[in-house]
Every structure is written in structure tokens, then in C-alpha cells.
């Protein structure tokens, strides 16, 4: 099956741990939905329908069988096996099950005909629960770009930066980079040299500023603070604007009404809903417009509605 496919070149010391189980029906999670969208960029799919990634400084492959959630955690013997019952919090973390979508799926079709519409083909899509620095840094990379190629960068960025982790069919693997890892004053110039273009001032501005400011904890504690004052704070940063912040608020700062609006959003809040929004260009006043709107018509998880 999929672990032996899945070979460890690490030498003896790198061997995933057995295969584990949770409960989780389709209507709650589909795997292919949810890690291929462009809410994260380092999932793939390792082999037909088992999907390996990066979570949490280990690596792991998932795949769904019936109403189960199966996967397996890689790593070196020296740090440690993790213990079960740790492995399927981070998981349950990391999807939010604890969050009913089927009840949230009635609600939202019962609200609006256009998602009734389209829910049917598109069962199990929530909202991942990131690491705010990792989502934050790899969603600067998203202006002017598409999935497959912001997965490459975000790909070299942690080959060039983070701690390597294990091979797997010869595959190197390494965590997502450390802010102090970015932090450095030639950072700028490595990303150039990587194809990052003009974000990569941003990402090392961005992780310089967080370094010299909040620091990873006080962005994690934005997750307490309202929705309003965690985008403020994030459009503080460089190269994050409204579009960025909204997406890092969603995905990684608890903010489930954040409404991440691009041309595509607004484009699709005229043609379908009919809504006058915005004026002629997509300023802050309108992205909060739209946001809005999707909030009085889906309520207080419109961003997950719009995710799917």
C-alpha cells in the first residue's frame, strides 16, 4: 500500500511510525479539496490518493478511506516517536474538526440558492488552521501568481532555508524556515537569486519586522484580538495588503469571517449576486464592502462559505 511506496532514504534511523486512524466522514474533509485549493503549498500527492506535507516541523502522509482518516508520521528515530494521542490532536487542530460542516453547509444553502447550487459537487472543503508565520510569509508570495508556481517557490524557499527533515523516495524535505532564518541581511538578495522577484524584499522585510516587533508569539496572539485589529496590525507589514491579510486571518489567526476578496470574488459578487459593490477598482473600502456583504449573507464563518 502506500507506505510501501513511501520509502525512507535516511538510512535506518528515518522509518515512519504505523499507520494511524480517525474518524472523519467525506461530508467533513476531503483531502483533495482542501490541500490542492491554495490554502497551503506544501502538500502533494505522494501516490493516487495519499497525500504527503509538512506540518508542524514533521512530515506526514494522509489519505481517506471510507469515514476514516488514515496517515502516518516520518521522522529521525533522535527526535523522538510521537505519542498517538499528540499526532491526532495536531490533525484535529489542523483540519478544525472539531467545526460540524455539514450543519454549516445546510445553513449557508439555506441562506443562499447560488451555494446550494454548487455545495453538492464540493463536499468536505474547510478551513485550515496554519501556522500564522508560515501562512503569512507564504501568502505574500501569492500577488501576481498561481498555485503551481507559488508551490515551487515556497518549495525552494524551504529547501534554501529550513531544517531538512528526511527523504522520502529520495525526495529531500525540510520545515518551513524559522523567522531569525529569514531574517538575515542578505536575505533579500538569496530570494532574487531564487525567482522570488519583487516580493522577495517583502518576504525579508516581513520577517524582519516580525522579528524586531511582535515576534512569532505576539502574531500567534492575534488570534485572540478582533478581527479588525489583527488585519490592521498585518497590514502594517510589508507587502501584506488587505487581500493577504484577510487570507492570514482566516487561515491561521481563528478569524472565520474573514473574507478574502480578489478580482475573481468581486467579479463573481456582481455577476451572481447581483451586488453594486466597489466602485470601478479593488481598494480597501471595497474589499471590506464585499466583505461585508458575504458576511450579512453567509454569517459569521463566511470565510469557510467562500472556500468552498
Not at 10 to 39: H, I, K, T, Y
Not at 81 to 93: C, K, S, Y
Request: with cysteine; net charge positive; charged share 25%.
Amino acid at each position: 500500500g502506500a507506505a510501501a511506496s513511501m520509502k525512507l532514504r535516511d538510512g535506518p534511523s528515518a522509518c515512519p511510525s504505523l499507520w494511524r486512524s480517525l474518524p472523519c466522514p467525506p461530508a467533513e474533509l476531503r483531502l483533495d479539496l482542501v490541500l490542492s485549493s491554495g490554502q497551503t503549498f506544501r502538500w502533494w500527492e505522494s501516490s493516487p490518493g495519499a497525500w504527503t506535507g509538512v506540518l508542524g516541523e514533521r512530515v506526514w502522509t494522509l489519505r481517506q478511506e471510507r469515514d476514516r482518516l488514515w496517515y502516518t508520521v516520518y521522522g529521525k528515530e533522535q527526535d523522538g516517536r510521537p505519542d498517538g494521542a499528540e499526532t491526532d490532536q495536531i490533525l484535529r487542530d489542523y483540519f478544525q474538526l472539531d467545526v460540524g460542516l455539514p450543519a454549516l453547509y445546510r445553513a449557508w444553502g439555506a441562506a443562499d440558492p447560488l451555494f446550494r447550487k454548487v455545495a453538492n459537487d464540493f463536499p468536505g472543503v474547510r478551513v485550515l488552521r496554519q501556522d500564522p508565520v508560515e501562512c503569512l510569509l507564504s501568502f505574500i508570495c501569492t500577488s501576481n501568481n498561481h498555485i503551481s508556481r507559488i508551490t515551487a517557490m515556497i518549495e525552494r524557499l524551504c529547501q534554501a532555508f529550513g531544517r531538512h527533515l528526511c527523504c522520502l523516495d529520495s525526495r529531500p524535505i525540510h520545515a518551513f524556515p524559522s523567522l531569525s532564518a529569514l531574517a538575515g541581511a542578505d536575505t533579500e538578495a538569496q530570494l532574487r537569486a531564487l525567482g522570488f522577484g519583487y516580493r522577495a524584499k517583502f518576504v525579508s522585510g516581513t520577517a524582519r519586522a516580525i522579528v524586531e516587533g511582535l515576534g512569532a508569539e505576539g502574531l500567534r496572539r492575534l488570534r485572540t484580538v478582533p478581527y479588525a485589529e489583527a488585519r490592521r496590525e498585518l497590514c502594517a507589514l510589508p507587502g501584506v495588503g488587505t487581500k493577504v491579510a484577510d487570507c492570514v486571518c482566516l487561515m491561521a489567526l481563528d478569524k472565520a469571517e474573514a473574507v478574502p476578496v480578489d478580482t475573481h470574488v468581486w467579479r463573481i459578487a456582481r455577476q451572481q449576486y447581483g451586488a453594486v459593490l466597489g466602485g470601478r477598482s479593488l481598494t480597501p473600502r471595497a474589499h471590506q464592502e464585499i466583505g461585508d456583504f458575504f458576511r450579512g449573507l453567509w454569517g459569521p464563518r463566511a470565510g469557510w462559505a467562500q472556500a468552498v
